[in-house]
């Protein structure tokens, strides 16, 4: 365990899987409150911008250390159960496999196609929403997609003040927009996700800081876990090659080869929720915790070894309720888009990743045919 700075806050940064499991499996010693504070310390005119739109994210699901968490949480896995995840797998193939042959005829009629755009972004948000029976236009689909990546900067980036203060205005926006949904679906005689915590007693700004997580967390991260195999593969930087992606077999295995070692979300969160010991050491009350879920580590004869994959998605007691519709999602649209798109090869300058404190991912895959 090491001691480091990240601009702003002092992290303990632990990164063992041993003990990175160890925290995620003493809630009481090591809090989740903290899983989504600001990063980079809102400033006074970004925190009146998001006053104005009544923007609140108090403690509902990832967050939530209080006795409340165990019964909200089980609401929302009633809407991605094992079973429901596997009944939806055609629809998530007949979206991946539409936009992989938009993607192929691009290629060939222009010679790129740029992935992320192309196949990446969509299909997960789309699977999300019909999951959740919430019901949105396309361009609030795309609204989402925008304000999803700026939210996750302005709570896990770094940006400077004026970038914060755009990036506080577009997170006011889609709170109000969220605000409007959650009204809408809260009086509709369909079932979904935020009628059924209406149904719990959840208040409207309560249901409305789910909704924020829930709605970034449940398809922006599969879209970056996605590019990064896209990117991994068309480089040929991966244990698989592209055309073998195109069995179900080795796509499953390229996204767990991504899991394990760059994931989409490669650390999150705890806090000390008082004075503790973590692998002998004392660990104040009040420390902050950086968890390294995913890349290689040292093993005791001095070799190194990538993460077990399911790290990837947390582990306890609020252990990642998407956990088997990301993976399944990602192996399917890696095996349509390598079906559709004979070969591939990384096309252009190398692009520039999004490094947040907690997620990270290629910004665009841009690929040229044989
Ligand atoms: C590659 C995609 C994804 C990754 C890497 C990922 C990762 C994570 C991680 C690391 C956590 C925190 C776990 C912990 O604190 O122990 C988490 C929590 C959560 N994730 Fe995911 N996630 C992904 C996709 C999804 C999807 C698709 C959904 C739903 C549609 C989802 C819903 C949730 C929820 C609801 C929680 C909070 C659970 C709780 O606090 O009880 N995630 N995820």
Known sequence: MSRTMNHTAPFHVV????????????????????????????????L????????????ILASNDSPTHPGIRKVVAGFFTPATVQAIEP????????????????????????LVNAVAALPPAQIMLELLGVSISHDELLALK???????????????????????????????????????????QERNLFAALDQHGLTLPEICSLGYFLLIAGQETTTQLISTVLYRLAEGNCPVTWQDAAAQGPARAAVRHVLAGESSVPTWRRVAARDTHLNGELIPAGAEILLELTGN????????????YSLAFGSGVHRCLGAKLAELEAAVVIQEAAAAIQQARLAGEVPEWLRLLSFQAPQIVLVTGQ
Do not use: M
Not at 39 to 45: A, C, E, I, K, Q
Not at 147 to 164: I, Y
């Open 15 to 46: 990164r063992d899987p041993k003990v990175v499991r160890d925290v995620l499996h003493r809630p009481d010693d090591f809090s989740p409150a903290n899983a989504l504070v600001a990063v980079t310390p809102l400033s006074g005119r970004s």
């Open 48 to 59: 009146r911008v998001l006053q104005k739109a009544a923007f609140a994210l108090p403690p």
């Open 91 to 114: 629809r998530i193939r007949e979206l991946a496999r539409k936009a992989a042959h938009a993607a192929a005829l691009e290629l060939e009629a222009t010679g790129t196609v740029e």
């Open 146 to 188: 925008a304000w999803s990546v700026d939210s996750l900067e302005l709570f896990w980036g770094w940006p400077e003040p004026e970038r914060q203060l755009e990036l506080a205005h577009s997170a006011a926006e889609f709170y109000d927009w969220l605000r409007g949904l959650v009204r809408r679906c809260t009086q509709s």
């Open 297 to 308: 580590h040292k093993t005791p004869d001095g070799g190194t070894r990538a993460t077990d």
